[in-house]
């Protein structure tokens, strides 16, 4: 990935203040329409009864209404394993852009059949049972740091993953990857992606505590940035944070893949990886349900829906729109859609359809960081003056660099030499 673009200074929020962001929504309905606690399902295999959000985002009751058929979701990250039985036959082909040996179901790290799973499992033979079991994943294979270390590889992996999600039949794109580094060619793929009516989701990284810097591609505006939630509604201290958050969705105490062999599952914080693609089968499910919409009116939905205790418009940098909740709109009918050819995230037109996206390669000239407003008074909360250290509803997550030894789970890719 290129270098090339500043990055935006964010501010710090002082150590002593850290034992305080632990405020939460205030309201039981965090994630639900109602949800206050339930316990699994006891026929549940002994990963699916980890899967606590599936319960408190009543995944049985939304799932009666739809399943997400119809959608397909590009994944772009480490490849995808086609073969577990979670996801036999819902793994269509992709492609394979790292410029190494293998295609895109060779999972170099099990991670990216992790997130498929999230998605779009079937819950066969016990594995994870995806939000959006009847959606179909397109896996995009590019490289993380150690693989480019071992390996000749493809220098502009990024920008043709991106450009071949946006020109395959997915209509939404996950990518639980991120990098301190911006590029022109990353940044025009992704404008590319918009111009073809997808709604694109990544990964906003869990190095909070130490630089905090922004991650691309969650940091371009017409990204969805995500942060990561425990089951409380609380994100961890090293959630990253600031403009680059537009939503929150479950992250902590989701299990994944242990390793390349896929024999069996792990324990440990999914963290903003998983709460990614959970937020882009949050999507499947109501764009499943609305296969009408464009891509700007079913994001607007999920912002629209988002729990939250501060005023609707306002975005707080810990968890942009709020916690996502698509059985808001799915078993109750709320959020307004919108109009179809208007960004929810950079409130410019756009191509905006569904069915058959706009073939135009070019985009409309799009603001280098996104326009946020600082987070507003939040009921409960811990708020301070905005001098740096003003703090918000704060919600969980671990992010994007692959830290297998401490049982986080993410990846973080850094910048690529000439």
Same mark, same amino acid.
């Given at each position: 990935?290129?270098?090339?673009?500043?990055?935006?200074?964010?501010?710090?929020?002082?150590?002593?203040?850290?034992?305080?962001?632990?405020?939460?929504?205030?309201?039981?309905?965090?994630?639900?329409?109602?949800?206050?606690?339930?316990?699994?399902?006891?026929?549940?295999?002994?990963?699916?009864?980890?899967?606590?959000?599936?319960?408190?985002?009543?995944?049985?009751?939304?799932?009666?209404?739809? *399943?997400?058929?119809? =959608?397909?979701?590009?994944?772009?990250?480490?490849?995808? !394993?086609?073969?577990?039985?979670?996801?036999?036959?819902?793994?269509?082909?992709?492609?394979?852009?790292?410029?190494?040996?293998?295609?895109?179901?060779?999972?170099?790290?099990?991670?990216?059949? *992790?997130?498929?799973?999230?998605? $779009?499992?079937?819950?066969?033979?016990?594995?994870?049972?995806?939000?959006?079991?009847?959606?179909?994943?397109?896996?995009?294979?590019?490289?993380?740091?150690?693989?480019?270390?071992?390996?000749?590889?493809?220098?502009?992996?990024?920008?043709?993953? =991106?450009?071949?999600?946006?020109?395959?039949?997915?209509?939404?794109?996950?990518?639980?990857?991120?990098?301190?580094?911006?590029?022109?060619?990353?940044?025009?793929?992704?404008?590319?992606?918009?111009?073809?009516?997808?709604?694109?989701?990544?990964?906003?990284? !869990?190095?909070?505590?130490?630089?905090?810097?922004?991650?691309?591609? $969650?940091?371009?505006?017409?990204?969805?940035?995500?942060?990561?939630?425990?089951?409380?509604?609380?994100?961890?201290?090293?959630?990253?944070?600031?403009?680059?958050?537009?939503?929150?969705? #479950?992250?902590?105490?989701?299990?994944?893949?242990?390793?390349?062999?896929?024999?069996?599952?792990?324990?440990?914080?999914?963290?903003?990886?998983?709460?990614?693609? =959970?937020?882009?089968?949050? $999507?499947?499910?109501?764009?499943?349900?609305? +296969?009408?919409?464009?891509?700007?009116?079913?994001?607007?939905?999920?912002?629209?829906?988002?729990?939250?205790?501060?005023?609707?418009?306002?975005?707080?940098?810990?968890?942009?729109?709020?916690?996502?909740?698509?059985?808001?709109?799915?078993?109750?009918?709320?959020?307004?859609?919108?109009? +179809?050819?208007?960004? #929810?995230? *950079?409130?410019?037109?756009?191509?905006?359809?569904?069915?058959?996206?706009?073939?135009?390669?070019?985009?409309?000239?799009?603001?280098?960081?996104?326009?946020?407003?600082?987070?507003?008074?939040?009921?409960?909360?811990?708020?301070?003056?905005?001098?740096?250290?003003?703090?918000?509803?704060?919600?969980?997550?671990?992010?994007?660099?692959?830290?297998?030894?401490?049982?986080?789970?993410?990846?973080?890719?850094?910048?690529?030499?000439?």
């Amino acid at each position: 990935m290129t270098a090339g673009m500043s990055q935006t200074r964010k501010r710090h929020i002082p150590l002593r203040l850290r034992g305080r962001l632990l405020a939460t929504v205030a309201m039981a309905a965090a994630w639900s329409m109602g949800y206050a606690g339930a316990a699994p399902s006891a026929v549940a295999a002994d990963v699916q009864s980890k899967q606590w959000y599936l319960d408190a985002m009543q995944a049985d009751e939304m799932w009666k209404v739809t *399943t997400g058929k119809g =959608i397909k979701v590009a994944v772009i990250d480490t490849g995808v !394993n086609s073969g577990t039985p979670s996801l036999k036959g819902q793994v269509l082909k992709g492609l394979d852009a790292t410029g190494a040996e293998g295609d895109e179901y060779d999972d170099y790290r099990g991670h990216g059949t *992790t997130m498929a799973e999230l998605i $779009a499992g079937t819950g066969e033979g016990g594995g994870l049972k995806g939000l959006a079991p009847d959606a179909k994943i397109i896996p995009m294979r590019i490289t993380d740091t150690e693989f480019q270390n071992e390996h000749s590889v493809n220098a502009h992996d990024s920008e043709d993953a =991106i450009r071949a999600a946006a020109d395959s039949d997915a209509q939404i794109i996950s990518m639980s990857f991120g990098s301190d580094f911006a590029g022109r060619e990353e940044r025009e793929a992704v404008k590319y992606a918009q111009s073809k009516g997808k709604i694109f989701f990544a990964s906003v990284g !869990n190095n909070a505590e130490e630089t905090n810097r922004e991650q691309y591609p $969650a940091a371009y505006p017409q990204v969805v940035g995500v942060s990561s939630a425990d089951r409380n509604g609380k994100v961890a201290e090293y959630s990253q944070n600031g403009s680059i958050v537009d939503i929150a969705a #479950p992250g902590n105490d989701v299990p994944r893949w242990c390793d390349t062999t896929f024999q069996s599952y792990c324990d440990g914080d999914g963290g903003t990886s998983a709460a990614t693609a =959970i937020a882009s089968a949050s $999507a499947a499910l109501v764009w499943s349900a609305h +296969p009408d919409w464009t891509a700007n009116q079913v994001l607007n939905v999920l912002f629209d829906t988002a729990s939250r205790d501060w005023e609707k418009g306002t975005l707080s940098k810990y968890l942009g729109h709020g916690l996502i909740r698509p059985s808001m709109n799915i078993l109750k009918g709320k959020g307004s859609p919108g109009a +179809p050819d208007i960004s #929810p995230l *950079t409130k410019e037109k756009t191509a905006g359809s569904t069915a058959s996206p706009a073939a135009s390669a070019s985009a409309s000239s799009q603001p280098e960081k996104k326009d946020k407003a600082e987070d507003a008074a939040m009921a409960g909360s811990s708020t301070e003056k905005n001098d740096g250290s003003q703090l918000g509803l704060i919600l969980g997550g671990v992010a994007v660099v692959l830290v297998l030894g401490g049982g986080a789970f993410a990846l973080v890719r850094k910048r690529r030499s000439a």
